[in-house]
């Protein structure tokens, strides 16, 4: 309905205070709230959500088909499907090209023309 798909239930969650070091795969869908140094990757033929709360950090490649960013991230985002932004959210890397939504407090980001374009938390890409 809608072109709305139903989204897969966070089924493994990283809490606020834990590290996590090295490379995660997950099925269905990820909540984290802690840290993460390393990629994080959904594993393939299934719908997936990662879920980065305000508390949560990840150092490290994502891939996911539904990601939703409330707090930081430093490497490459690839949503296959939507990426959202939430208002306190804090992206350094690369994002491919796909649907990106996000809350009206968030920053808007900076496009340039190509397959891909720079998110740039907190300021905006400069231009050189």
């Not at 949560?56 to 088909?65: E, F, P, R």
């Not at 499907?81 to 980001?109: C, F, H, I, Y």
């Amino acid at each position: 309905m809608l072109g709305i798909k139903r989204q897969p239930a966070t089924r493994s969650v990283i809490g606020a205070g834990m590290r996590v070091q090295g490379p995660c795969t997950f099925s269905d869908g990820l909540q984290i709230d802690g840290e993460v140094l390393g990629d994080v990757t959904a594993e393939g033929g299934q719908p997936s959500v990662l879920v980065i709360g305000e508390g949560g950090s990840v150092q490290g490649a994502i891939s996911a088909d539904h990601v939703v960013i409330g707090g930081t991230v430093v490497g490459p985002v690839l949503a296959r499907e939507l990426l959202e932004l939430q208002s306190k959210a804090r992206v350094q890397g690369l994002e491919r090209d796909v649907s990106v939504s996000w809350s009206p407090a968030s920053p808007t980001p900076t496009t340039q023309r190509s397959t891909h374009w720079p998110l740039c938390w907190p300021g905006r890409a400069r231009d050189r």
